[in-house]
């Protein structure tokens, strides 16, 4: 439960970013294998998926005892556009003005842009608001997603996130949210 509020919770900037959500308060409403299904009252819905494993890299060398559990991998559909969206949340401050990368089973990259206004001192999300149905595709046949983002600190952060369970999560979002 903690997890869930966690996740809801490192969520509410991306929404404010994409104007697609704001406002809603949403639930867990079903969870498949390592991807989770949230949807509000009004029936708009994300998956959401927690990294299976983090990495901190300076120079090549992994930095030992940075504690990042909770980096996050969130999914959108807007049926009214016909367009899917994507953003990544990280607990560790990314790169004002910074780009990152997601890796679709090494098939893929797929570039993301980190969100903020230029108030903002901890840039922690990054998005693409849209996504071609031949990367939905290869999401859906993908194993893992890998996300590569510079951090604030220079440091490369490496995040891997499994695809078990994205296909059952994507087609109850399709057929169950607006």
Avoid: H
Avoid at 37 to 49: E, I, K, M, Q, T
């Amino acid at each position: 439960m903690k997890k869930t509020f966690k996740l809801i919770f490192t969520l509410l900037p991306f929404l404010f970013f994409s104007s697609i959500l704001v406002g809603e308060e949403f639930l867990p409403k079903k969870s498949y294998r390592d991807w989770s299904v949230f949807a509000s009252n009004n029936g708009s819905c994300f998956l959401g998926s927690n990294a299976k494993t983090t990495k901190s890299l300076v120079n090549a060398n992994e930095i030992i005892g940075r504690n990042r559990d909770n980096v996050f991998l969130y999914f959108l559909y807007d049926r009214s556009k016909n367009l899917y969206s994507m953003s990544y949340f990280s607990d560790f401050p990314l790169q004002k003005n910074g780009n990152g990368i997601l890796r679709i089973d090494n098939k893929k990259e797929i570039p993301l842009r980190v969100l903020g206004s230029e108030t903002s001192i901890n840039f922690k999300n990054a998005g693409i608001f849209s996504i071609s149905n031949n990367d939905v595709n290869l999401l859906i046949s993908g194993t893992k997603i890998t996300a590569v983002f510079i951090a604030a600190d220079n440091s490369t952060l490496i995040d891997e996130f499994s695809l078990i369970g994205f296909t059952k999560s994507l087609r109850y979002l399709s057929s169950n949210c607006i």
